[in-house]
């Protein structure tokens, strides 16, 4: 009976041991994506925004990228739309059909998109207007809105800062683009990693894992996503890692992974990475 006793102490010990650090950091990843979202650079507060699309089935994430849709900058906004996509937020139909109302035409196509991923079919009238120049239905957008959407050089210019095509980082300003795609490496080891979540092979994930640390914050912020939308609760590790991230794209995607892992099965024991992660001094 005593043997038993001691047992059931020492079971308690580990389980205590092994869910405290987990629970510790699920809360610090809360806090990162509660402070992104209300920081007062704009430029942080899109990209944390954006990450809240990493994590589906959440009333407390969506409400989050519901309030963004308001938000005074339009990255915010065209963020909040992409993000509530991304989840398939179907709640939050009604609040991305009002938010065709934005005078921006980058969030209008934004929200658009939002609303074609939740088979909403008002997003044709949108994508009609775009290829026609005309409208379905009377009012439906400002003449602005119109000229923009039917513009060839303006949709370019739209179809890069709203993600659409392959930006595994986040909706990132033009210029800023088009410098970092000057890097064909990063480009094109992020969209490497974008695919390859889907490989069940162990030695993928390993290549995932690594990737974490890799020196380019573009390719970090893709095997974040990738591990998140894999959904190996044993890679948590990984994430929390890169919640120490210096770069905050990398950081705010971390702490919404971290999110997607805590809520999967309790993770199965292994080593901790040793590697240090990355720091990156760019915004």
């Known amino acids: 009976m005593k043997c038993t006793h001691m047992f059931m102490i020492f079971l308690f010990l580990a389980v205590q041991s092994v869910t405290a650090p987990q629970a510790s950091n699920l809360d610090r990843a809360w806090d990162i994506l509660k402070q992104g979202v209300a920081d007062a650079n704009a430029d942080k507060r899109a990209k944390a925004v954006h990450a809240l699309g990493l994590v589906p089935?959440?009333?407390?994430?969506?409400?989050?990228?519901?309030?963004?849709?308001?938000?005074?900058?339009?990255?915010?906004?065209?963020?909040?739309?992409?993000?509530?996509?991304?989840?398939h937020a179907v709640a939050s139909r009604p609040k991305l059909r009002d938010a065709l109302k934005d005078t921006e035409p980058k969030v209008v196509l934004?929200?658009?998109?939002?609303?074609?991923?939740?088979?909403?079919?008002?997003?044709?009238?949108?994508?009609y207007a775009?290829?026609?120049?005309?409208?379905?239905?009377?009012?439906?957008?400002?003449q602005t809105q119109l000229d923009a959407l039917h513009s060839r050089k303006q949709m370019?210019?739209?179809a890069f800062e709203t993600g659409i095509g392959f930006v595994p980082f986040g909706s990132v300003?033009?210029?800023?683009?088009?410098?970092i795609t000057r890097d064909d490496s990063s480009a094109v080891l992020a969209q490497a990693l974008g695919r390859l979540y889907e490989d069940p092979d162990p030695k993928s994930e390993?290549?995932?894992?690594?990737?974490?640390?890799?020196?380019?914050?573009?390719?970090?912020?893709?095997?974040?996503?990738?591990?998140?939308k894999r959904g190996d609760p044993s890679t948590l590790d990984y994430v929390v890692s890169a919640m120490q991230d210096e770069n905050s794209t990398v950081e705010y995607q971390a702490a919404a992974a971290v999110v997607v892992l805590?809520?999967?099965r309790k993770p199965l024991?292994?080593?901790?990475?040793?590697?240090?992660?990355?720091?990156?001094?760019?915004?």
């Open 262 to 264: 805590s809520t999967k």
């Open 206 to 228: 390993k290549a995932i894992e690594d990737a974490c640390y890799d020196p380019k914050w573009q390719v970090r912020t893709a095997a974040v996503n990738a591990l998140a």
């Open 156 to 158: 370019e210019k739209l």
């Open 269 to 283: 024991m292994r080593p901790r990475p040793q590697h240090q992660p990355v720091h990156n001094t760019n915004p």
């Open 173 to 179: 300003a033009f210029e800023t683009w088009k410098t």
């Open 130 to 142: 775009m290829v026609t120049g005309q409208q379905k239905t009377k009012d439906s957008l400002l």
């Open 57 to 87: 089935d959440n009333t407390e994430i969506r409400q989050m990228a519901e309030a963004a849709l308001t938000d005074e900058n339009a990255d915010v906004r065209t963020e909040a739309a992409t993000a509530l996509g991304n989840m």
């Open 110 to 127: 934004a929200v658009t998109n939002a609303l074609y991923e939740l088979k909403d079919p008002i997003a044709y009238e949108i994508y």
